[in-house]
């Protein structure tokens, strides 16, 4: 968080709260309110919301305070099949791209998420885990298909983040992380496609009991509170 600008680490912090549950689905966002929380002007805090807004965490309106986004399943499904398929492509020109210390530091990680995996914090967890995507797509050393691939995953990362922690199932993340890296290190392109197939190729369905089960939670909410 060093290098980050205030704006993006004020973004960082409204999007694990967001992912936590502290800022809800279709609650607003008070400006002037966690503006004050967090000790800095509404500046930033403007700029930082416009970055979620980016992302399609949250959803601007006019004279109006922001609202975090009530996420749809069936765009959520189409985003997904696009972050697919540039994960694939990212992986298969990493295969001819990246560099041995480029490959070295994704062991490191798959290692790093292997390790914690029972112990760090779900959210902690779940950046590393999408740290490891996102080294992938900078090791194919394409900087448009990486900045691409980051919009996708930043538009995922809610639903992501809600889905992963129902299915903490370390040995075959694990196990599904070695297998891409092991065919990045064989720079079989074939293989790693496959290998991505199988980690992410049923990520939408694996998506969809969260998100449905989370607008059923939303709408008894809505119902419950027009009762009173």
């Known amino acids: ?44 805090m403007r700029e930082a919301i416009r970055i979620l807004a980016k992302e399609g965490l949250v959803i601007l309106r006019p004279s109006r305070s922001p609202l975090v986004a009530k996420p749809v399943y069936q765009e959520i499904a189409d985003q ?17 791209r990246a560099t041995a210390e480029e490959i070295a530091a994704l062991w490191a990680i798959n290692d790093q998420m292997a390790e914690l ?25 394409n900087a448009a298909l990486a900045e691409t691939h980051r ?30 890296l092991k065919a990045l290190e064989a720079r079989d392109a074939a293989a790693v496609s496959a290998a991505i197939d199988r980690h992410l190729g049923n990520l939408a369905e694996d ?10 939670t939303n709408e008894n ?4 509170g027009d009762i009173e």
Not at 117 to 141: K, N, P, R
Not at 154 to 178: D, K, M, T
């Open 80 to 96: 997904v099949a696009v972050l697919l398929a540039l994960e694939k492509l990212s992986a298969e020109l990493a295969c001819e």
């Open 221 to 224: 909410s809505t119902i419950a």
């Open 151 to 180: 919009a996708y995953l930043a538009r995922l990362w809610r639903a992501r983040y809600l889905s992963a922690s129902q299915r903490r199932n370390r040995e075959r993340v694990i196990r599904q992380h070695s297998d891409i």
């Open 207 to 216: 998506i969809r009991p969260v998100i449905e089960e989370e607008t059923q």
């Open 117 to 141: 995996y029972y112990t760090a914090d779900t959210l902690d967890l779940f950046e590393i885990d999408m740290s490891f995507h996102t080294a992938i797509a900078a090791a194919s050393h």
């Open 1 to 44: 968080m060093v290098d980050q600008t205030l704006p993006e680490q004020i973004a960082a912090q409204l999007r694990r709260d967001i992912l936590r549950g502290k800022l809800p689905s279709g609650s607003a966002i008070k400006e002037r309110d966690n503006a004050t929380e967090m000790g800095v002007s509404r500046t930033p």
